[in-house]
């Protein structure tokens, strides 16, 4: 399990930059293949192709298909959840923080 965390203050200026401080090999082939296919500044995946960063604005979220990334996740205080859950729970935390300017 991957535990992500988000910048709170990227994510006031409309960016999306999710990572985790967790020890996990790289696999920059993968990494890169898969940014091919998503809206983002950067993004890096494991071996096993779990989601360890990204970088995105908040707009291009909803391009991001998360049947990309492989394995469960902690964030957010839910732990065991898909990366479609993460997505949700991001989507819902960039409107609030939307909301709040």
Known sequence: MINLRIDEEALEHGIISL?????????????NQILLEV?????TVSK???L???????EDLKKINPSLFKGLYSFN??????FEKV??????????????K
Do not use: F, R
Not at 39 to 43: E, Q
Not at 91 to 97: G, V
């Open 52 to 58: 360890i960063e990204l970088e995105c604005d908040i």
């Open 48 to 50: 096993q192709g779990e």
């Open 87 to 100: 997505l949700e729970e991001i989507k819902t935390k960039s409107n609030l923080s939307l909301q709040l």
């Open 19 to 31: 990572y985790t401080d967790d020890d996990v090999e790289i696999d920059e082939e993968l990494s």
């Open 77 to 82: 205080g839910n732990v065991n959840i898909p």
């Open 39 to 43: 809206p983002c500044y950067d993004l």
